[in-house]
């Protein structure tokens, strides 16, 4: 994009200019938000940063406009895209690509579609008379573990009233999320004794001791699918307990003194992350119990990696009916298999409703030649436009 005024700014064009920034996790993202810094400022709407405070090229924005000290219309967007390496891409996917109604390059739909149609509607409300401010916070590091949004909430959560709604645009095919599952991620470090493997049994071998543990989660994630908390609407509506990475073992005629695994649980609203840990470790402290050989053999180091919390909105709430209204008539609800920063939002202020609603497929997303449909981005405009128009009634 053309070094324009914000009077000219169009989502897709915006759109087109933030693909091109390489803005993968744990990079710097600080190119793009100047950008973003620039056409706010165009506008005449200030913005403050909150970056990560080991290095301020990667940062979050947050960004008003309209009324002070009254709550507003929260719209939250992450700017960092997974990494492309070794993907078969057939565009240059820091390049927007159109091509048959769509616009290819990574991070088209999660969530760079989104970040273009809420910067484009801050541009066009700070031409309107809002009674409710618009509010915009871009994090960094969303694909991580919502990391980098937890230094802008610690900011915002002692200076910026709860917001009236808060919407995460993340790619629902701007169907209306009304929630996801929580999130906890584990490290699992398990100690042996490195002995040679003629006289095995008499070692604590580590993998066994990981192997264990990986048939305690199993048997723990049978249990929740049979008999644990239900929550209808996801593909797969109870608690999950997943091993994803295991290393251990240095050579076949070594015991291995050492090996390491990591696990995570995604788990419904009903349930707790650490409840659910709890009875994975009775069951392996069982398993080890009952070993006649070495009954008392040292339990796995399990450390907490990362967190985030779940995220449930009542169908038949208030925000929900406002969305609904934005939005055309029959636009259904839906909950999304993957995880979003709105449950950090919920969490930092109670009262606030969240929702998920963006342009956009996750089914695309993360893979070569992602992409969004033109009529998505126009769709998530017209549903912007209807919002501020709210906000100056």
């Known amino acids: ?113 989104f970040v273009a149609c809420a910067v484009t509607a801050m541009v066009a409300a700070a031409r309107r008379p809002l009674m409710r401010p618009l509010q915009l916070a871009l994090s960094f590091d969303e694909e991580i573990g919502c990391v980098g949004v937890r230094h802008l909430l610690r900011r915002l959560e002692k200076q910026l ?21 929580g999130k906890a991620a584990y490290r699992a470090v398990c100690c042996g004794q490195a002995g040679h493997s003629g006289l095995a049994p008499r070692f604590v071998n580590a993998i066994h001791m990981a192997s264990d543990l990986v048939a305690s ?79 008392e053999a040292p339990l796995p180091d399990i450390q907490l990696t990362n967190s985030y919390p779940s995220l449930s909105t009542p169908e038949d709430s208030e925000a929900v009916r406002l969305l609904s209204s934005l939005l055309p008539p029959g636009t259904r609800c839906t909950k999304v298999d993957f995880g979003s920063e709105g449950g950090l939002f919920k969490q930092s202020w109670r009262e606030t409703p969240v929702l998920i609603c963006g342009p956009g497929s996750i089914e695309g997303a993360h893979k070569a030649d992602d992409d969004v449909e033109l009529s998505q981005i126009e769709r998530c405009d017209r549903m912007m436009a209807a919002l501020v128009d709210f906000l100056c009634r």
């Open 217 to 295: 989660v199993r048997e723990v994630q049978r249990e929740l699918s049979e008999t644990g908390p239900r929550e209808e609407g996801y593909g797969v509506p109870y608690s999950t307990v997943h091993v994803g990475v295991i290393q251990g073992g240095r050579a076949l005629n070594i015991v291995p003194s050492e090996c390491e695994l990591s696990f995570e649980i995604r788990h419904v609203s009903e349930d707790q992350p650490e409840e659910i840990l709890a009875r994975v470790l009775q069951r392996l402290a069982e398993r080890v119990a009952a070993d006649a050989v070495h009954p």
């Open 161 to 181: 009233p709860a917001p009236h709604l808060c919407i995460v645009g993340e790619p629902t095919l701007m169907r209306i999320g009304t929630g996801h599952k």
């Open 1 to 113: 994009m053309d070094q324009a005024s914000s009077a000219s700014i169009s989502s897709i064009s915006l759109l087109e200019t933030l693909i091109a920034f390489p803005s993968v996790s744990l990079q710097p993202n600080i190119g793009l938000i100047h950008k973003v810094q620039e056409i706010l400022a165009q506008a005449g709407i200030e913005s403050i940063l909150a970056p990560d405070p080991q290095d301020a090229s990667r940062t979050n924005l947050f960004a008003t406009v309209g009324p002070q000290g009254v709550p507003g219309v929260l719209l939250s967007g992450h700017t960092d895209v997974v990494p492309v390496d070794g993907q078969p891409w057939t565009s240059p996917p820091f390049e927007a690509t159109h091509k048959d109604g769509r616009i290819y390059g990574r991070g088209a739909a999660d969530m760079k579609g």
